[in-house]
Nanobody
């Protein structure tokens, strides 16, 4: 089993910044992809950004140029630096990782980000 703990969410004014962290623990042999997803009220969960073990990244068009995903493989931790936040970025942000040869997926419980106008 893998446990994920997200932190760093909160309330911020439009134009501000937040940094999310996702720490993985448990039966970890190799974490492959680490990613951040978000779900706004009444909307489907969507991919925000993901990063491979080797550092290749992928971003949603809506966050390109504003958000940066990174990871520390030694600490099994992923980060999401969010700049120039907009009210439409308001959502619960979830961390997701894929682990091992079978790419088992695990989700965190989420952290709320609220951007006020």
């Amino acid at each position: 089993q893998v446990q994920l703990v997200e932190s760093g969410g909160g309330l911020v004014q439009a134009g501000g910044s937040l940094r999310l962290s996702c720490a993985a623990s448990g039966s970890i042999f190799s974490i492959n992809t680490m990613g951040w997803y978000r779900q706004a009220p009444g909307k489907q969960r969507e991919l925000v950004a993901q990063i491979s073990r080797g550092g290749d990244t992928n971003y949603a068009d809506s966050v390109k140029g504003r958000f940066t995903i990174s990871r520390d493989n030694a600490k099994n931790t992923a980060f999401l630096q969010m700049n120039s936040l907009k009210p439409e970025d308001t959502a619960v942000y979830y961390c997701k990782v894929s682990v091992g040869a079978g790419n088992m997926h695990y989700w965190g419980k989420g952290t709320l980000v609220t951007v006020s106008s």
